[in-house]
């Protein structure tokens, strides 16, 4: 069970009393890493080919990006361009080919596997295109894996996860579906379960892959009016990808991906910003 569980959250458990990786922060020794103040996110000349030589699928071609705490970006741009592989990278699902990612000072590139995981867990929701929910578990207790899988909480602490858990999927809109299991959500309730999940933990850094595609206006009002206030509330900084206006609308930049390349007014006014900030 949570071998499949750490996969429904992308793998993002962290090993019970180990020392988390935010202890060592091996990143702010290093020269030029240390962020400006207020910036999360840092993505410096970064490719991304999968696959080798004429065969490589170049999905990502010298992306420079950052994302300020608190902020909510989106990026926008057809099916095929680089979207999920941007967020993957974001997410620290998959790494570079080239260039470099800095999260919260960290330069992830130099972390092992289980840093990574480790800072994952710590640091970061992800609300998957793909629901990716435990089939075995209710509703309440597949939004309190990214808890769960921490270790095991009793008591109080348990109580007011359960409390947590059940607010927030209350307010997308489930109120009633606490108890179901995934099988008898539809795919819009289950899609809403991801995203409460992604915000059980609190997390710094939310990366949401089309999170509201198989949600009505309603449900997407819901979802824009919760990912607001956890930004005023807690400052959580989102990265979201999206088709639709009206959640492009409800972002503080929008960032549009053509074949790979951040193109137009948004990259160049991210360029001129990472000069600025040196
Ligand atoms: N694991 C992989 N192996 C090979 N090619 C991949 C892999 N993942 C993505 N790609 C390719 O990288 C490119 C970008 O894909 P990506 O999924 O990031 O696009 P997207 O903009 O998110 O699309 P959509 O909106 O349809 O999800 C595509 O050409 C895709 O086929």
Do not use: W
Request: charged share 20%; proline share 4%.
């Amino acid at each position: 069970m949570r071998g499949a569980a750490m996969d429904a959250i992308g793998g993002s458990g962290t090993t019970p009393g180990k020392e988390r990786p935010g202890h060592e922060r091996p990143g702010h020794e290093r020269p030029g890493q240390i962020m400006p103040l207020g910036e999360l996110v840092r993505l410096s000349g970064v490719h991304k080919v999968y696959g080798r030589g004429l065969a490589g699928v170049h999905a990502l071609n010298d992306i420079n990006m950052h994302v300020g705490r608190g902020e909510l970006v989106a990026i926008c741009g057809p099916s095929g361009h680089g979207k999920t592989c941007l967020l993957n990278l974001i997410s620290l699902i998959e790494t570079v080919s080239e260039g470099s990612v800095v999260i919260d000072s960290l330069l992830t590139s130099t972390l092992s596997g289980q840093a990574r995981a480790d800072l994952r867990g710590e640091l970061i929701g992800h609300v998957f295109q793909a629901f990716s929910l435990v089939p075995a578990l209710s509703a309440l207790d597949n939004v309190l894996l990214p808890l769960t899988l921490r270790g095991r909480i009793k008591g109080t602490a348990l109580a007011e996860a359960r409390a947590l858990a059940g607010e927030l999927l209350a307010r997308v809109g489930l109120k009633t579906q606490t108890h179901h299991f995934p099988d008898r959500l539809d795919a819009s309730q289950r899609q809403r379960v991801t995203i409460a999940r992604a915000l059980v933990a609190a997390p710094q850094l939310v990366v949401a892959d089309e999170a509201t595609s198989r949600l009505d206006n309603g449900s997407i009002r819901l979802v824009m009016d919760l990912f607001a206030a956890q930004q005023r509330e807690h400052g959580t900084t989102f990265v979201i990808s999206t088709r639709d206006q009206r959640q492009v609308s409800r972002a503080n930049r929008t960032l549009q991906l053509n074949e790979g390349r951040l193109c137009g007014a948004a990259a160049d006014t991210a360029r001129r910003t990472l000069r600025a900030q040196g």
